[in-house]
């Protein structure tokens, strides 16, 4: 199959802007795939109505059928035509946080989209991204598109349109670049089929703020079965490169010299560089030990560059101290790494 890839970036005012939104919706109408850029991940899209388009997606990801699939909206009233019902609170949380990372789990209207994208469930999870050439596309084409993430399963999430391209080139119709992913991490999921509300899944819009507009709506404790999947990411092997990797810890003295580190990739805080091995890889994860947005942004990148570069024998990630705005970044991080831990002093 041939890909074609068009290049968005400011270019959606322009004739060859529209014309590729023509295109795409096209491609979305007939059936076929399209990745697209989102504020999050690269997501790999399909129309959620098109039970064979939806079934190409587990395909080209090599992904399980029984895992669901998110929904992608450009407006509230899609909502309508394959969501059962959702409280006032709901309401309050979609006017707080949409457009933008995060998915809300909702009762599921059947009829309307294809069976296969909510892997068996009676939920539905959807989100509104803010991305303005991902919600551009969403409407155009004015449809559900349903869209995981735009690689191969198992393997880290795409950021760039490289990674897109590296992973799904010859598998889909077509690839658009917007630039790298501004969050880098996927979205929270939010589980409303029941309340208190859970956190299906930890992502940029933390349980902190979710509380700041409905204060009490969030479960903390509790305890989600991975055995039945109701969110993306919760039941399969996710987001690992296939270089070996382990979270570091305890970064507090400088690392021994003793040994050849220049195979070895370490991705710290830049404050903590000065601990490092002088011929080591070094990457910087973040300005400091608080800067967590930066350490979302870079981590798939970081992933990514353990997968590709061939020298690269060993990587180090630092391990953040657990806080309500780093939970997400350790959800992605202890997957990676098979939750593998080691002190900088034991090196």
Request: charged letters at 20%; glycine letters at 6%; one cysteine or more.
């Amino acid at each position: 199959m041939m890909t074609k890839t068009w290049d968005l970036r400011n270019q959606l005012q322009t004739e060859q802007g529209q014309r590729a939104l023509n295109e795409i919706s096209d491609i979305y109408h007939a059936g076929g795939l399209v990745a697209i850029p989102t504020e999050t991940v690269y997501g790999l899209g399909a129309n959620a109505c098109d039970d064979q388009a939806v079934r190409r997606i587990y395909e080209a990801k090599g992904r399980p059928s029984d895992n669901p699939l998110i929904i992608h909206i450009h407006d509230k009233s899609q909502l309508n035509d394959f969501v059962a019902s959702y409280s006032k609170e709901v309401e309050q949380l979609m006017d707080a946080f949409w457009p933008g990372p995060i998915s809300f789990i909702l009762p599921l209207k059947p009829g309307y989209l294809c069976e296969r994208v909510s892997g068996g469930l009676d939920s539905i999870a959807v989100r509104m991204p803010s991305h303005p050439i991902g919600r551009a596309i969403l409407k155009y084409t004015n449809l559900p598109i349903a869209a995981p993430s735009a690689n191969i399963s198992g393997r880290p999430s795409p950021t760039t349109f490289s990674h897109v391209f590296n992973d799904m080139d010859g598998r889909v119709e077509g690839i658009v670049n917007g630039d790298q992913s501004e969050e880098g991490l996927e979205s929270t999921v939010l589980d409303c089929t029941q309340y208190p509300y859970r956190i299906a899944r930890p992502g940029a819009i933390t349980e902190e703020m979710i509380d700041s507009v409905l204060p009490g709506s969030v479960d903390h404790d509790a305890q989600l079965n991975t055995e039945k999947p109701i969110a993306p990411g919760m039941k399969y092997k996710h987001y690992s490169p296939q270089t070996p990797v382990a979270m570091l810890t305890s970064l507090t003295q400088a690392i021994s010299e003793d040994k050849d580190w220049s195979h070895t990739l370490f991705a710290v805080p830049a404050t903590l560089q000065a601990y490092l091995p002088k011929d080591a890889i070094y990457r910087e994860l973040a300005k400091d030990v608080t800067d967590l947005k930066s350490a979302n942004h870079m981590l798939y990148q970081i992933l990514h560059e353990l997968d590709t570069d061939e020298s690269i024998e060993q990587g180090y990630i630092y391990r953040f101290e657990l806080t309500d705005e780093s939970t997400a970044f350790l959800n992605r991080l202890e997957k990676a790494t098979g939750n593998q831990q080691i002190g900088a002093d034991q090196l």
